[in-house]
């Protein structure tokens, strides 16, 4: 079964403390995995898509990193303005509906 | 670059009440289009999903319903709401842009649902 696994479900940094969130995946074929972030009563907004192992992507202080079991979402000196929740999501090589799945997402909260 | 409207923003229904969310989408052509329902600090759960007008692939089974009666147009109904129907409802678009290997999903603003 094709299952999207988020650590930690919780993250508190002091602005300036650089972290990492995982993301561990087991699909039957990889087409892409994305990140995205989410501000409370707000909907998703896209970050990334990396598409194979080896591949990075970066964002001003985000930095996105594929392996073939997992996923690390980098960020580099956060600001309180980082905070958010952080969802993973992966798409199978199977079909062709563009169907995602989901980790329960990371709920970052950096502090002046 | 595509744009996503979803409404009304929030909406507080009794159980038993008829339910209608509605999707559109602007900028692009022939998108897929999802429903998804997030309960509080959770995931994202796939409710419905379309690649075509009038096409419809229900995920869970449940107490609710969707319609494509437009390419840009996506309806979420209910006939009788539920307690457990209450979440916030996101609408997505995917559509695959020149020179991207997959599909990419952009969600709309989402619709907030207490059932009392």
């Known amino acids: 079964e094709d299952q999207v696994t988020q650590s930690p479900e919780a993250l508190r940094l002091q602005e300036g403390e650089s972290s990492s969130l995982n993301c561990s995946y087991t699909?039957?074929?990889?087409?892409?995995l994305f990140w995205y972030r989410q501000d409370p009563g707000k909907g998703p907004e896209f970050l990334f898509t990396?598409?194979?192992a080896g591949e990075e992507k970066e964002k001003e202080r985000l930095k996105a990193t594929l392996t073939k079991k997992e996923s690390f979402l980098h960020i580099t000196a956060p600001k309180p303005e980082d905070s958010a929740t952080y969802l993973c999501?992966?798409?199978?090589?199977?079909?062709?509906?563009?169907?995602?799945?989901f980790g329960q997402g990371t709920t970052l909260q950096v502090k002046p | 670059s595509q744009t996503i409207h979803q409404w009304p923003a929030t909406l507080v229904q009794p159980v038993g009440s008829p339910l209608s969310l509605e999707c559109t989408v602007e900028g692009t052509s022939n998108p897929n289009l999802y429903w998804y329902r997030q309960a509080a600090g959770r995931g994202l759960q796939l409710l419905f999903y379309s690649v075509g007008i009038g096409q419809i692939s229900s995920e869970v089974p449940q107490n609710l319903s969707a319609s494509r009666p437009q390419d840009r147009q996506f309806i979420l109904s209910s006939k009788k709401l539920l307690l457990s129907d209450s979440g916030f409802y996101l609408c997505?678009?995917?559509?695959?842009?020149?020179?991207?290997?997959?599909?990419?999903?952009?969600f709309g603003p989402g619709t907030r649902l207490t059932v009392t």
């Open positions: 699909v039957s074929g990889l087409r892409g």
């Open positions: 999501a992966v798409q199978a090589s199977i079909g062709n509906t563009g169907k995602l799945i």
């Open positions: 997505a678009c995917a559509f695959r842009g020149t020179g991207q290997r997959t599909f990419e999903q952009y």
């Open positions: 990396l598409y194979s």
